[in-house]
C-alpha cells in the first residue's frame, strides 16, 4: 500500500538525490551535450519538492502525474519531456495498491510512451539503457530483488560509456560520445536507486 506517509518519502527522497547529484550530471552533459542535465533536473525536482505536500495528498497514480506534469514544465531540455512522459504514465497505471507485477506492467507501458516520445530506442546511449534493464530484473520474482535492481540500475548506466549516442544532443558528436557516461542514464539510475531505498525503509 502506497499511502501518503510513502508517497511523500518517495517523492522527497527521488527529488533530494538528484537534487544533491546536480553538478555530477552537468559534468556528465558537459562532456557530451550541453551541460544543463544538472540545472535541468534540479529545477524540475526543485519544482517537485515545493509541491510536495499537494502531490503526496493525492492518490498515488494523481502524485505520478503531477510530478509528470511539473517536470515537463519546469525541466525542459530533451529531458523534461521523457521524463515527463514516463512519470505521467506511471501514473495511469499505478494506483494505490501495487503488486511488482503492475509494476512491469505499468514500466512497460511507460518506456513505450518514452520511446514514442523520444522516437529513441534501447543501446541509442540514453535514459531508456538504464530503464530497460532495470525493466528486465523487475520482471524476475525471487529474492533480493532490491539489492539487484540497484546493481543493474548502476551497471546499465556504465553501459553507456561505451556506447555511441545515436539519439539527442550527445549523437551531434558521433563516435566522440564514446568514452563518456550518458547523463540521463545517470540521472534514471539514481532515481531507480531512490525509490529502491524508500521501498526498502532506508530512506
Ligand atoms: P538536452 O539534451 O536538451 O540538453 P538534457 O541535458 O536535460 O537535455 O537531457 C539529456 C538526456 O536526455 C540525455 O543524456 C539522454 O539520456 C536523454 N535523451 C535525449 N534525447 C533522448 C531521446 N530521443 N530518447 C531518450 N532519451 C533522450
Ligand atoms: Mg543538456
Same mark, same amino acid.
Given at each position: ?87 505521467? !504514465?506511471? #501514473? ?11 509494476? =512491469? $506492467? *505499468?514500466? @512497460?507501458?511507460?518506456? /513505450? ?63 566522440? !560520445?564514446? #568514452? ?11 532515481? =531507480? $536507486? *531512490?525509490? @529502491?531505498?524508500?521501498? /526498502?525503509?532506508?530512506?
Amino acid at each position: 500500500m502506497i499511502d501518503r506517509q510513502t508517497r511523500k518519502r518517495l517523492l522527497k527522497t527521488v527529488a533530494n538525490r538528484v537534487i544533491a547529484c546536480a553538478d555530477e550530471l552537468t559534468d556528465l552533459d558537459r562532456a557530451i551535450g550541453d551541460g544543463d542535465h544538472g540545472a535541468n533536473m534540479r529545477r524540475g525536482f526543485e519544482a517537485v519538492l515545493a509541491a510536495v505536500d499537494d502531490l503526496s495528498a493525492k492518490s498515488f497514480g494523481e502524485s505520478l502525474k503531477g510530478v509528470g506534469t511539473t517536470l515537463v514544465m519546469k525541466v525542459g531540455g530533451a529531458s523534461g519531456p521523457l521524463y515527463g512522459t514516463l512519470f505521467l !504514465s506511471l #501514473g495511469k497505471s499505478l494506483a494505490d495498491e501495487v503488486d511488482r507485477e503492475q509494476v =512491469v $506492467d *505499468a514500466f @512497460v507501458a511507460a518506456i /513505450e510512451a518514452v520511446k514514442a516520445r523520444g522516437k529513441s530506442d534501447i543501446g541509442q546511449k540514453t535514459m531508456l539503457d538504464v530503464l530497460y534493464p532495470v525493466l528486465g530484473v523487475l520482471r524476475e520474482s525471487g529474492e533480493d530483488l532490491p539489492a539487484r535492481l540497484k546493481t543493474v540500475a548502476r551497471l546499465a548506466a556504465e553501459s553507456t560509456i561505451p556506447m555511441k549516442a545515436i539519439r539527442g544532443r550527445a549523437s551531434f558528436l558521433g563516435e566522440r !560520445s564514446i #568514452g563518456h557516461m550518458d547523463p540521463g542514464a545517470r540521472s534514471a539510475a539514481l532515481m =531507480v $536507486d *531512490a525509490v @529502491v531505498d524508500v521501498m /526498502e525503509g532506508f530512506a
